[in-house]
T-cell receptor, first 112, second 114 residues
């Protein structure tokens, strides 16, 4: 079956540091890949997406590139802010149907 | 203006009780979902309805029964609550069941079973 593996958290960074959260996946076919963010006390929000190999999703300074050869979709941001503190989820969606498979989430804390 | 709303936001109850969580979306979407997030933040799909028809039914105890009176509502009823049911339950919606990403989640209902 499909699965998503994220780097273990929690991750703690200082403001303006570079962020990488690793995500790898296992799937049949050509899934779509997503990053979601969950701010404290809120529901998940779609952060960015990529639907085919070599696509780069970007939003709010975050980027992730769909790498089929390494089955990865790592999340990066060049300079994090305190307001980026949240839990980040990598997810994949199979080519047919609506089922989303989530990774286990990575807690990010950014200190001033 | 809330896209996906859930009630209640917090629910504290005793073991053995029966409770319901309600979800409504005003986006005109035709597909709705329930997800469970455990204490380690892991999210797992429970159910999905498309136009009031059940399309995803994961391995969930039959104490959990979803009900969709119309395509804008998907409620979750839980019988004989157990300690292990304590979690945050998220409702979500999307348009269609194909390539549309799941962009809209509710704020969650934190269920605590004592």
């Amino acid at each position: 079956g499909n699965s998503v593996t994220q780097m273990e958290g929690p991750v703690t960074l200082s403001e303006e540091a570079f962020l990488t959260i690793n995500c790898t996946y296992t799937a049949t076919g050509y899934p779509s890949l997503f990053w979601y963010v969950q701010y404290p006390g809120e529901g998940l929000q779609l952060l960015l997406k990529a639907t085919k190999a070599d696509d780069k999703g970007s939003n709010k300074g975050f980027e992730a590139t769909y790498r089929k050869e390494t089955t990865s979709f790592h999340l990066e941001k060049g300079s994090v802010q305190v307001s980026d503190s949240a839990v980040y989820f990598c997810a994949l969606k199979e080519t047919s149907g609506s089922r989303l498979t989530f990774g286990e989430g990575t807690q990010l804390t950014v200190n001033p | 203006d809330t896209a996906v709303s859930q009630t209640p936001k917090y629910l504290v109850t005793q073991m053995g009780n029966d409770k319901s969580i309600k979800c409504e979306q005003n986006l005109g979407h035709d597909t709705m979902y329930w997800y469970k997030q455990d204490s380690k933040k892991f999210l797992k799909i429970m159910f999905s309805y498309n136009n009031k028809e059940l399309i995803i039914n994961e391995t969930v105890p039959n104490r959990f029964s979803p009900k969709s009176p119309d395509k804008a509502h998907l409620n979750l009823h839980i019988n004989s609550l157990e300690l292990g049911d304590s979690a945050v339950y998220f409702c979500a919606s999307s348009q269609g069941t194909g390539t549309t990403p799941l962009g809209f989640f509710g704020p969650g209902t934190r269920l605590t079973v004592l």
